[in-house]
């Protein structure tokens, strides 16, 4: 892949120590990275097109981390948000996850639940990304479900088993099993994160 396509990782975090320490992390797993010590560093230098996402540090002066994700809200900047804090506030955890962020990782960091954080998100990031390019395709994908099937997804993808699916509805596991065979191969889907992202994208 070339560089230009390949995902860009944005560090934001006041401290050059750590945004030292998660830039030899991510590079060394093979990662294109570049990191800023201001939110409005970001704002003003970055190249928000290129595909990727953002690790943000929840604590920082002028503006703080909620305050920049609300900025790139307002901005149409759609790069998905991993938020860092050592302060283990869930107000604000909460807050972050209802505007969008990916996800809420204290400090200090556990590099394995970084990366696998990380490779969730791009992977999350390109499905979005390809759902984007072609939004009339998607939904008419989508509309080709039934209602039956529309609501099994609604169930499944809430983290309900096929069998309480099944007693939910009032139909046989079987039943599920085989709506949801149909439902992927329908929406040209393999697995229950890809499930998640397209219908993410379907009701925003």
Not at 8 to 32: E, M, N, P
Not at 116 to 141: G, N
Not at 143 to 167: C, F, H, M, P, W
């Amino acid at each position: 892949m070339s560089q230009s396509k390949q995902p860009l990782i944005r560090i934001i975090d006041d401290d050059q120590s750590q945004r030292d320490a998660l830039t030899f992390l991510l590079t060394s797993v093979g990662y294109r990275v570049v990191s800023y010590e201001k939110a409005r560093d970001f704002l003003t230098r970055d190249e928000h097109w290129i595909g990727g996402c953002v690790i943000l540090d929840l604590r920082m002066p002028e503006m703080d981390g909620l305050s920049l994700q609300r900025e790139m809200i307002h901005r149409g900047i759609e790069l998905p948000v991993v938020f860092l804090s050592a302060y283990g506030d869930l107000p604000v955890a909460v807050e972050a996850m209802k505007l969008g962020s990916f996800d809420f990782l204290e400090k200090p960091i556990d590099e394995v639940k970084l990366l696998a954080c990380l490779e969730d998100v791009l992977i999350k990031e390109k499905q979005l990304q390809e759902f984007r390019d072609s939004p009339t395709e998607v939904r008419k994908k989508w509309e080709r479900l039934s209602d039956q099937e529309k609501n099994i997804v609604k169930l499944y993808t809430q983290g309900l088993l096929k069998r309480e699916i099944a007693d939910r509805l009032g139909v046989r596991h079987k039943t599920v099993d085989n709506h949801l065979q149909s439902v992927y191969k329908k929406l040209n889907i393999h697995s229950l994160a890809e499930l998640k992202t397209m219908e993410d994208f379907i009701f925003g």
